[in-house]
């Protein structure tokens, strides 16, 4: 199992900001396309925002222009910067690696993290 571990959800008020973390194994992190997901409660889980192992990011529309995923290299760490956060937002996160075929929306990552919830309070 490898060990995606995840960290920086919370509850925020609608137009607030969070940023979530996710710290892998530098061999993931260096090789594999990374992404988040969420999941809402009775939802299917979607993908939110991806990176792939050339930096092409990916972004679901309805995060478009308020979220920004990007990488540490030197802490091996994915991050998801939030902003204008609102209510629809609330779900838990997953951090997510694949090594084969990166992050895809249709496809289901190999490697999951635990989960963070985000809460969006009006």
């Known amino acids: 199992q490898v060990p995606l571990v995840e960290s920086g959800g919370g509850s925020v008020q609608a137009g607030g900001s969070l940023q979530l973390s996710c710290a892998a194994p530098r061999h993931i992190f260096i090789s594999c396309g990374m992404g988040w997901y969420r999941q809402a409660p009775g939802k299917e889980r979607e993908l939110v925002a991806s990176i792939n192992v050339d930096d092409t990011t990916t972004y679901v529309d309805s995060v478009k222009g308020r979220f920004t995923i990007s990488q540490d290299n030197a802490k091996t760490t994915l991050y998801l910067q939030m902003n204008s956060l609102k209510t629809e937002d609330t779900a838990v996160y997953y951090c997510?690696?694949?090594?084969?075929?990166?992050?895809?929306?249709?496809?289901?990552?190999?490697?999951w993290g635990q989960g963070t919830q985000v809460t969006v309070s009006s």
């Open positions: 997510a690696a694949d090594c084969v075929v990166g992050i895809r929306a249709d496809m289901t990552p190999r490697y």
